[in-house]
């Protein structure tokens, strides 16, 4: 089924942004029971059900239009949120390859691309974009081959240098980032990056996780789900601008919970990057509000334990203790458990 | 797990008295992409054997219309060299794992030294190009018998120049790898693929000279995986599980209706744990530990050891 953009929706300011009542249904809802520890949740990326967000490599969804003027206009005001060290490029070169090829043959009535030799075609007929350019030839696109084919994706992108048995994080777009920030991370070894997170590290979750994604074969990705929580329909909750967006935890109450309170989904995609060898990471975000979520009451039921019993260091680190009262108390009548008692 | 690519044999090249060269193409489709220092392991119909040798790519990873292989004819091999030679022609049809890649240059090298020996060339091939549009600083050891296994010579001295030693042991020439590592700068990586005796040479002067261990990188190939077939009877259903070589404990045991929860398949995530009761196990997980694996198994990658008999609690 061929997918349908909506009109131009905002993740700032006026937060028009909605989900359909198709988008809702295909939202990755992340918990498989009643209660959430980290782990090491990867699994073989096979592809699911037709329409599904599982049933491609790169999920592309009503929101399309919306999430790419979003990513312009964090770039404008911020132009440093894309970087590829030089050594990078060949692996920039490997991601535009790889997103193109797929979007084409995925989404054929929106994308396509034509190849003789290095004389590629690109077409997005949603953006209006034709372009004809010379494979490996950085300067015969407008921009830097990274920053242009995820201008056209949703979800933020990193691509990770595989060497001395670890991945560095030397290369990204992320302009809709969960609390952290590409610049920040620049050139840091998964054991880095990963150092602000709670109780993961003692478990041993990310030693065994990056001992499997050091062996992840070209045509062989892999994905996990992750998950937070987010004051309004906000893309753009970077390190950088913290100071726009996190004095918002304090507005949630009673009365606007439900509207103002949103399930952040990442499905996150690794597949090898052939050429190069680096680690593609993709990180697309779904935003659902409390209120959509509740549509579907088994989910709201679940999403009350989950929280109700979360780790407090967890839900410390993922930023909702201010407010995670107000959410568990809203969902609370959702779950028969409570109602009855 | 990684399904094989059939391709077929576009063309064969004796490029020296004992190293043949094969270039692939795909039957349908088109190939995967590599990387410099990828190998494939092609797998041969030797008898009644299947057998399977990793080869590595010499080709230019930007060109991935074919892949090239050299194969060098080793006398005591078990078939698989003497198959190559003997037996395979252009336009055979054979099947190859895709491209995995255990030996790439690192990135952050200020120096890429480079030690092959004989048939140990292939890699470095295909690591050529790459080092070269990086304008990354290298250098080329070559050892080798002239006249016998030399290949690619002539090429090499044409295109790198002054970057290329070379040792003909016909010619008394020796690679003295105590002072070439000596004299190396700081920050250099070295690579080396060859003999035996070459590799453990370079390992063992790197690090009496103190040389960081990220530093020294040798070729390695993937592992033959799975293995060697085992069966694994099951306790509580009664049923009696045939493992071949080519399949995991976990696809053995969903083929036989079994079906066990899991997520990874890759031996970390925890959630395929069977318990066994007898048996000898392979362990190959990174999830169990050391007093776990005394009566538990992870199925998605663990095997049991050959000739063993696996007791499983199912
Ligand atoms: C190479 C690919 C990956 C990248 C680039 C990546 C990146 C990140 C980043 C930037 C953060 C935020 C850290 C902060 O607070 O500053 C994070 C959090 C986290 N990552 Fe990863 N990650 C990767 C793979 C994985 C994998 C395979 C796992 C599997 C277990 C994992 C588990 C986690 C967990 C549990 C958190 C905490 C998330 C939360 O509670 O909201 N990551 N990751
Ligand atoms: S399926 Fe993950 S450890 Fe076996």
């Given amino acids: 089924m061929s997918v349908i953009f909506k009109p131009l929706e905002s993740y700032r300011d006026d937060f028009t942004y909605h989900n359909s009542a198709q988008a809702i249904s295909r939202f990755p809802f992340p918990f498989p029971e009643d209660n959430y520890m980290y782990s090491v949740n990867i699994e073989p990326a096979t592809p699911r059900e037709p329409g599904s967000v599982f049933s491609h490599w790169f999920d592309i969804d009503e929101h399309y239009l919306s999430e790419m003027a979003e990513r312009s206009i964090v770039l404008e005001r911020d132009p440093e949120r894309c970087l590829v060290m030089p050594h990078m490029a060949t692996a920039a070169w490997d991601t535009l390859e790889m997103l193109m090829t797929h979007m084409a043959a995925d989404y054929p009535e929106h994308f396509s691309l034509s190849r003789e030799g290095e004389r590629w075609t690109w077409i997005n007929r949603p953006l209006g974009i034709e372009q004809a350019f010379t494979f490996g030839d950085a300067d015969t696109l407008p921009c830097e081959p990274l920053e242009y084919i995820t201008r056209q994706t949703q979800g933020d992108f990193a691509l990770l240098d595989q060497r001395d048995g670890n991945l560095f994080m030397d290369a990204g777009m992320v302009t809709c980032p969960a609390d952290w920030s590409i610049k920040f991370d620049a050139g840091m070894s998964f054991t880095q990056w990963h150092a602000p997170v709670p109780m993961a590290h003692q478990m041993g979750v990310f030693e065994r996780a990056l001992k499997y994604l050091l062996n992840i074969q070209v045509d062989h990705p892999v994905r996990r789900l992750n998950w937070t929580l987010t004051v309004n329909p906000r893309m753009d909750t970077s390190s950088e601008t913290y100071h726009e967006w996190g004095q918002e935890r304090a507005l949630v109450n009673a009365e606007n919970v439900a509207s103002m309170v949103h399930l952040r989904v990442e499905l996150q995609f690794m597949p090898r990057l052939p050429r190069s060898n680096a680690l593609l990471f993709g990180i697309r975000t779904y935003l659902i509000s409390l209120e959509e979520l509740a549509t579907n009451p088994a989910w709201a039921c679940r999403l009350h334990r989950v929280l109700r019993d979360l780790p407090d260091a967890i839900a410390d680190y993922k930023g909702m203790t201010l407010y995670r009262q107000f959410v568990v108390d809203w969902l609370s009548q959702y779950d028969p458990e409570v109602v009855v008692a | ?314």
């Fill in chain 2, 1 to 314: 797990m990684n399904s094989p690519i059939e391709v077929r044999v576009a063309a064969v090249t004796q490029i020296t008295p004992v190293i043949r060269e094969f270039t692939f193409e795909p039957v349908r489709g088109a190939l995967p992409g590599f990387s410099s220092g990828s190998h494939v392991v092609v797998h041969m119909p030797v008898g009644e054997r299947s057998v399977r040798n990793a080869y590595s790519l010499l080709s230019n990873p930007a060109q991935t219309q074919h892949y090239r292989i050299a194969v060098r004819l080793q006398d005591e091999s078990r078939g698989g060299s003497r198959y190559m030679h003997e037996q395979v022609k252009a336009g055979d049809l054979l099947q190859v794992s895709p491209p995995a890649n255990l030996f790439a240059p690192n990135s952050q090298a200020r120096h890429h030294l480079l030690i092959a020996g004989g048939i140990g060339i292939t890699p470095f091939l295909s690591y050529l190009p790459e080092l070269q549009a990086r304008d990354a600083s290298y250098s080329l050891h070559y050892a080798f018998r002239g006249g016998f296994t030399d290949a690619y010579l002539d090429s090499l001295r044409e295109n790198l120049g002054t970057q290329l030693q070379t040792y003909d042991s016909i010619q008394g020439q020796v690679l003295d790898l105590a002072t070439l590592l000596a004299s190396q700068a700081l920050g250099t990586h070295v690579y080396v693929c060859g003999p035996q005796r070459l590799i453990d040479g370079v390992r063992v002067h790197a690090e009496q000279l103190g040389w960081p261990e990220i530093r020294v990188h040798w070729e390695v190939f993937a592992a033959p995986e799975p293995g060697h077939p085992f069966v694994a009877n099951l306790a509580r259903s009664g049923l009696t599980v045939e493992v071949a070589s080519d399949s995991s404990l976990l696809e053995a045991l969903e083929q036989a209706g079994v079906e066990i929860p899991n997520l990874c398949r890759g031996g970390v995530c925890g959630q395929c744990a069977v318990a066994y009761l007898d048996g000898a196990v392979e362990h190959r997980d990174a999830y169990l530990s050391a007093t776990e694996r005394s009566n538990t198994v992870m199925p998605c990658v663990s095997r049991g050891l050959c000739g063993s008999a696996l007791l499983l609690d199912l």
